[in-house]
């Protein structure tokens, strides 16, 4: 039989059953039952593994039918051997107990994970509420009517126990996120079972035998019946989404039993003094039931305030203490050393491979810290892919053993990732000393970085200045971005053989009023770390672009043009670009973008793809120094190799350099890749460079980078080199 559809067998053949289980003999009727209750509590088993959600809820349903199906089976033997046992017995304080475990699985089915106490108050006030209300409603005046309350039965128990499980389902229904099929299952289930409870019950103490009305027995096997199905229906509400007494609908339920409870006590009171009937059980329950909803209302509010406090010092996902916990720390003066921890290149992770698997990371590092940092220091998660960790021991141990635990592969999702991290470092001397510590621990951290990441940096007094420097230098760089301190100069690229200008790089230059000139590499870090770079790199395009336009249309010349990794994640770059050649007036095939090894990597090259099938052509800038693996390169969106200047500087005298460039120059051509030679300094190298096979260069020996008129001059010209230096 197919399961997913053996919840509606189990219908389908429980209510014929159900018509005519009376009619059967006791025996038979227990085994039924027993059968039923047995086949619910496999399938609960089975659901402890394949859930949904944890097994906690599964389990306790699973041994509750037990229980049931256990005393059923008992009743069972007793009838066939003929000696049933009267008044209450060890079979019914099991009965009890299947009772208990199936409310305590509703209960801590609808709260997620250590909010089971949360549930089980909720559960209990509505409980506690539903019991005055069944005790004057029914109980109270079966028993004040005289001749009714003839043996202490446990029969009086059963109906008592339903109204746990009717207010455990319906505070189930005031908490949960979506009404699933199994919901209303179980409440059908639960409410046909205290009819049943409660018309043997009434039979019983009005001289009934044992097995009770036939509506009973029927009631019964429909309970079994319907919860098995409940339990193997399809439609199962995922467990923990219930927002544990929150929302509208819990709302409505706890104000109407706090407004219920006074109005019922009253209204009882006002009937049995008329009546003279107030006895001591009437004035003692509503009392105890007062007192029972206010503790549970209590314990209600204490799990809150548990939560938020844990919400406030915690991280969720990784469950580590959180920032605002670090900061209380440093407020209380620890000594000993903070250590920043920031995980280098983790937005490569989130963007090819998603934020789950971003997230699974972090889980992971956080869980080999924990293991390496061991109890007696602080660990905790500040944010984002940075951590810190607060220590009393000595520093420089600690980081090699964190940088080290980093560095072997961590798998994600199927996926082998080399992660390394940087680590800021700031001792801590005292109460005064901690205050700024984070903000150091931070500079430290920003100087891990710069310095090639994988390490660890010791905060000093002159990182503040740096950083200081820093904020004026991107400041000052705002302020000069509409004015013309900002300039572009252009230095040929020039073809081997026959010597001729092929194209120009645009190279960004600062001349602040009356000061010195500021080189690129004292300002373009800055300007990508404040995102400056992104309105600089359009400018700079725009106005390349405008230059090179004339000297394309006389000479047949291309630009170069620098784009920073930042401008490629701007979503709009391949509508920037396409906007500057159109204004412009320039070619696409006519603009080189140039984009360092990085960039490959990451997942930002798809404006690249797009714009390469406009016709403009990608060159990958400082070849060799990155850490792009050969074989990737054939897959990329690339038409140039741009060798790092490095290989030259040592070439020709030395055989090893050459041979390193002859390697690049032969790989790209078998590629199909163009090879410009950057740094060409003598004409020795350049001769070196004709003899291997280079296609282009560019360097001092061809011309330093000169303002767009001199570059106009130089093209008009037609001998090359040489540019006189580079000036204004
Ligand atoms: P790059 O793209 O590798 O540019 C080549 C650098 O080498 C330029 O430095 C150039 O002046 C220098 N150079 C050229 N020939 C020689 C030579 O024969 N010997 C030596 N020693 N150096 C030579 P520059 O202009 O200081 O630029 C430095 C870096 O700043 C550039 O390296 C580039 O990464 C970045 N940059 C410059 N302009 C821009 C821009 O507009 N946007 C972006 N994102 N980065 C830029
Ligand atoms: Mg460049
Ligand atoms: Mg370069």
Not at 472 to 479: F, I
Not at 559 to 569: D, E, I, M
Request: charged share 20%; with cysteine; hydrophobic share 50%.
């Amino acid at each position: 039989m197919e399961v997913k559809v053996a919840w509606r067998w189990l219908l389908i053949g429980g209510l014929p059953l159900a018509a005519v289980v009376a009619w059967l003999p006791p025996a038979a009727q227990e085994a039924a039952y027993a059968v039923l209750a047995g086949i619910g509590s496999g399938a609960a088993f089975v659901r402890t593994r394949s859930g949904p959600g944890r097994p906690l809820p599964w389990l306790l349903l699973a041994l509750g039918l037990a229980a049931g199906a256990l005393c059923s089976a008992a009743w069972s033997v007793c009838f066939l051997i003929g000696a049933p046992p009267s008044g209450f017995s060890v079979i019914d304080a099991v009965y009890f107990t299947m009772y208990g475990l199936i409310a305590s699985a509703i209960c801590v089915h609808s709260n997620g994970r250590g909010s089971a106490l949360a549930g089980i108050a909720e559960a209990g006030v509505v409980t506690f509420t539903g019991v005055l209300l069944g005790w004057f409603l029914l109980y109270d005046p079966l028993i004040n009517d005289p001749g009714n309350w003839g043996t202490a039965d446990a029969a009086l128990a059963y109906p008592l126990l339903d109204l746990l499980l009717i207010c455990a389902v319906v505070r189930l229904f005031a908490v949960l996120d979506r009404i699933a099929t199994a919901n209303v299952l179980v409440l059908c289930a639960v409410v046909v079972q205290s009819i049943a409870d409660t018309v043997y019950f009434v039979s019983v103490h009005q001289g009934g035998t044992w097995s009770g009305p036939g509506a009973s027995a029927a009631g019964w096997v429909l309970f079994f019946a319907l919860l098995a199905a409940a339990i193997m229906h399809p439609d199962v509400p995922e467990p923990g989404r219930g927002r544990a007494a929150s929302g509208w609908r819990a709302g409505v339920l706890y104000t109407a039993l706090v407004v219920v409870n006074p109005i019922v006590t009253a209204v009882a009171f006002l009937t049995d003094i008329r009546r003279r009937e107030l006895d001591t059980l009437d004035v003692v329950l509503p009392m105890a039931v007062v007192a029972a909803v206010g503790v549970l209302l209590v314990v209600r509010l204490a799990y809150t305030q548990h939560r938020l406090v844990r919400l406030a010092l915690r991280d969720e996902l990784t469950g580590l203490p959180n920032r605002v916990d670090l900061e209380l720390r440093l407020a209380g003066a620890p000594l000993g050393i903070l250590l920043v921890l920031d995980l280098d290149d983790f937005k490569h992770v989130n963007d090819s491979l998603g934020h789950p698997a971003g997230d699974a990371l972090l889980s992971s590092v956080a869980d080999r810290l924990r293991d390496t940092v061991g109890g007696r220091d602080w660990l905790g998660r500040l944010g984002g892919d940075e951590f810190a960790i607060l220590s009393a021991g000595a520093g420089t141990e600690l980081c090699d053993r964190v940088l080290a635990v980093l560095r072997s592969p961590i798998e994600v999702q199927g996926h082998r990732l080399h992660v390394t991290g940087s680590i800021g470092v700031r001792p801590i001397l005292g109460a005064a000393d901690a205050a700024g510590a984070l903000v150091d621990a931070d500079l430290a951290l920003y100087a891990a970085k710069d310095a090639g990441k994988d390490r660890a940096v010791v905060f000093e007094a002159t990182l503040r200045d740096a950083q200081q420097r820093r904020v004026t230098t991107v400041n000052r760089l705002r302020a000069a971005l509409g004015t013309d301190e900002i300039t572009v100069h252009y230095q040929p690229i020039v073809s081997l053989s026959p010597g001729r200008v092929e194209a120009v790089e645009a190279l960004v230059r600062w001349f602040p009023p009356g000061g010195d000139p500021i080189p690129p590499d004292a300002f373009v870090p800055a300007a990508e770390d404040s995102g400056l770079i992104v309105p600089l790199g359009e400018r700079v395009l725009r106005e390349a672009c405008t230059a090179a336009a004339p000297w394309h249309r006389r000479h047949g010349t291309s630009v170069t043009v620098n784009v920073s990794p930042r401008q490629l994640r701007e979503p709009d770059f391949a509508d920037v670009v396409r906007r500057a050649l159109l204004d412009s007036g320039l070619p696409a095939a006519a603009l080189i973008l140039e984009i360092t090894e990085g960039v490959l990597i990451g997942p930002d090259i798809t404006h690249l793809g797009e714009l390469r099938r406009d016709g403009v052509r990608v060159a990958v800038d400082d070849f060799g120094t990155g850490y792009s693996s050969l074989a990737y390169l054939r897959d990329l969106p690339i038409d140039i190799l741009k060798i790092d200047r490095s290989f030259l500087r040592s070439a020709p005298g030395e055989p090893g350099a050459q041979a390193l460039i002859k390697a690049i120059v032969d790989m790209a051509r078998s590629l199909g890749l163009a090879t410009v030679a950057e740094g060409v300094e003598t004409a020795a190298q350049a001769g070196m460079l004709r003899d291997l096979g280079c296609d282009k260069g560019q360097g001092w020996h061809y011309g330093r980078p000169a303002p767009a008129d001199r570059v106009t001059a130089l093209l008009g010209a037609a001998v090359v080199p040489g540019l006189p230096v580079e000036s204004r």
